[in-house]
């Protein structure tokens, strides 16, 4: 069965510091990859997507992410963090037909 | 910029009880979803919506569960008989005419069942 795993479940960082957030799936076929997040009282919002082509994707607000077909991982960057990132990042893929699976989440707490 | 709402916000319901979740997707949206988050778990499928009949079901949405667009704007999701267990984040989303659009969620319904 098609999975998502995330490796952190928290992670606190101090304002500046580098960010790294891992990301693997399990499909051997043609994918989509997404990272969405969400902030404290909001709803998931769209970080970034890789559908095809570079596989380094730039996302709003200085995230990026770079998907390694031969690991399946698609992990999300960021390298100076701010209080403002505090939030639960959610990677997520989508394989085909109609159903877009979500990895368990990674609340990230930036420290000010 | 466009936005999924859904309502209520945050419904209290006893065990046993039917619950309806309401969401209004985005006007030109044409897939409708919905995702649900247990406290401290993974967001999770439970059903696609597609040209005013289910495309696809996860099997947390069991014959409890219903979905309906019951006019060109409302999405629904019901519940018969509530379960503890169904206390969670429901969220709606929608997305565009491609399957592999990204979804725009709503700001979800914590539903809870006492």
């Known amino acids: 069965a098609q999975s998502v795993s995330q490796h952190n479940h928290h992670v606190i960082l101090s304002e500046a510091a580098s960010l790294e957030l891992g990301c693997n799936y399990s499909?051997?076929?043609?994918?989509?990859l997404f990272w969405y997040v969400q902030y404290p009282g909001q709803h998931l919002q769209l970080l970034l997507k890789?559908?095809?082509?570079?596989?380094l994707v730039k996302g709003i607000k200085g995230f990026e992410a770079e998907f390694i077909k031969s690991k399946f991982s698609f992990n999300l960057r960021k390298p100076s963090v701010q209080w403002s990132d505090t939030a639960e990042y959610f990677c997520?893929?989508?394989?085909?037909?109609?159903?877009?699976?979500f990895g368990a989440g990674t609340r990230l707490f930036v420290k000010a | 910029e466009p936005e999924v709402t859904q309502t209520p916000s945050h419904q209290v319901t006893q065990m046993g009880q039917e619950v309806i979740l309401r969401c209004v997707p985005i006007?030109?949206?044409?897939?409708f979803y919905w995702y649900r988050q247990i406290l401290g778990q993974k967001v999770e499928f439970l059903v696609s919506f597609y040209n005013n009949e289910i495309s696809e079901k996860s099997e947390i949405f069991d014959d409890q569960f219903s979905v309906e667009r019951p006019d060109g704007s409302n999405f629904t999701l019901k519940i018969r008989s509530t379960k503890l267990e169904d206390s969670a984040m429901y969220f709606c989303?929608?997305?565009?005419?491609?399957?592999?659009?990204?979804?725009?969620f709503g700001n979800g319904t914590r539903l809870t069942v006492t």
């Open positions: 890789y559908f095809s082509g570079d596989p």
């Open positions: 989303a929608s997305t565009e005419g491609q399957l592999n659009s990204p979804l725009h």
């Open positions: 997520a893929v989508h394989t085909g037909g109609f159903k877009t699976i």
């Open positions: 499909y051997g076929g043609t994918v989509n």
């Open positions: 006007s030109n949206h044409l897939y």
